[in-house]
Nanobody, 120 residues
């Protein structure tokens, strides 16, 4: 069974840093896009950053210059380094990945989420 498991959330003061990690486990053929989304209370889930299997990245405007997404294809992991955190970054952060069980069949997978709270 394919799973995405996040780690690294927690409480941090404004201006601080956190690093989120996500690992894919189980049996699969390949992973193409991986990314991070977030959902704040009362708001819809939104894209934070995405990275392709050849390491092309895409960031939401509100995190450009502060967050960095990276991945390790050999380990099937994706990380999100978050710097200069603001209270408005408080949200549950979800890992997402397009995981293919064969060359012809892929599915969109989500982790259960990890809470990031930015507060003094």
């Amino acid at each position: 069974q394919v799973q995405l498991v996040e780690s690294g959330g927690g409480l941090v003061q404004p201006g601080g840093s956190l690093r989120l990690s996500c690992a894919a486990s189980g049996s699969f053929f390949s992973i193409t896009d991986m990314g991070w989304y977030r959902q704040a209370p009362g708001k819809e889930r939104e894209l934070v950053a995405k990275i392709t299997d050849d390491h092309n990245t895409n960031y939401a405007d509100f995190v450009k210059g502060r967050f960095t997404i990276s991945r390790d294809n050999a380990k099937n992991t994706v990380d999100l380094q978050m710097n200069s955190l603001k209270p408005e970054d408080t949200a549950v952060y979800y890992c997402n990945a397009d995981i293919w069980s064969s060359r012809w069949y892929g599915m969109d997978y989500w982790g259960k989420g990890t809470l990031v709270t930015v507060s003094s």
